[in-house]
């Protein structure tokens, strides 16, 4: 369980991230059109104060409406995202910022007013600053969807690549029992790790031998996808996929444009040629399905993944068990997809998969479905208004807070999304 002096710094660093996130867009930026994957940054902020206020502040410690009659406004599942920019129904900034504050220091004077925590506190703190890490990832995909400029804490320089990029081949994953999700804690049993309800309950599974990429595919393999037609040739395209592309009409993805016969990539506010070695981003599910389909290859199950993420020993992280706050991979706006798919060996699976935590959301086969025994969390629409019409995708990304990410999150998408920061890795057909 984590301790109550480590759930506070927890909670400084994200009210940090969030902050420099929000205070260098200026009036004009934070007005933000409407897009359908994104929200306005300042209802973001209320949105991620109304979190603690709610399931914090209220829940356990009893304590008044910090801001009365406004709780359907800042409850995502109350408001409709369309009526987040309706003039007037969100208050400004200046009103959000005096609110955003007020529960944060509240939450900081409840947690530090005695000696000890129950496990309760610690978890209900776990679980709002959870959700607030949800949020900053949000506000840079927000940038990348409008053309801002970078975060201002997105890391300058991206390390290099050690194997050479196509030397690495493929992972043999023996066929065997893994651990996959998260145990359920028994009565009376301490926590040794959060973890949301869609991670439980646990469960051992068997699974058959595979063979999964060690890297990410990046632009240069999905480039030759595209230079060979594999937009145009619907063989390659499942029956959503080719309905995804005549509703779209797209050649390439959607952030790549061809100027002076060079194809170039948007990222944030500039374009850049692109580079062969760096991973392929914002895909979505239907695109990451024609490729496979192209070369031959196939996505990974979600179990798959977690397994060869995870090892026989079912590791918290690739990497062992220690945080991913100083772990050598792409996270928390370290570099953002800017290192090559052969960087941070350091931080390799225990069969040798590059970043497998940051990086991209990998796309999985995988239907996002419940685990046998699923049961509700506090907040009943973290997973389930998902189940169903969503895919599963692993890993967290560039944009993702080093105190979200865990080898057995598992994110949702829908199979259209291609704003948010996704990519994939492929397994080899059955012989």
Known sequence: MISPDQLLATIDRVDRQMMALIDDLNDEQLAVPFERGINPPIWEMGHSAFFYEFFLLRSLYGTEPIMPGHDDMWDSFVIPHRERWTPGTVPDKAETLHYYRRVLDETRDHLTSGSSLSDEALYLGQYVVAHQCMHLESLVWCRQTLGFHPPSHLGAEAPGATPQLGAMGDAEIPGQRYRIGVPVQQEGQKA???????????????????????????????????????????????????????????????????????????RFDSLHPLDPALPLLHVNFWEAEAYCHWAKRRLPTEFEWEAAARGPHAHKFPWGTDNALDAPCDLGCRSVGTAPVTAFPESASPFGCLQMIGTAWEWTSSQYLPYDGFSVDMYPYMSTLQFGDHKTCRGGSGATSASLIRSSYRQAFHPDRFDVFTGFRTCALED
């Open 192 to 266: 040794d790790n959060f973890s949301f309800d869609n991670e439980r309950p646990g469960f051992e599974m068997d699974i058959a031998s595979f063979r999964i990429s060690r890297t990410l595919v990046s632009l240069g393999d999905f480039l030759a996808f595209v230079e060979s037609g594999g937009y145009e040739d619907t063989r390659h395209w499942s029956f959503g996929g080719q309905y995804w592309l005549r509703q779209n009409q797209l050649s390439a993805p959607s952030y790549w444009e061809k100027k002076d016969g060079e194809w170039m990539i948007r």
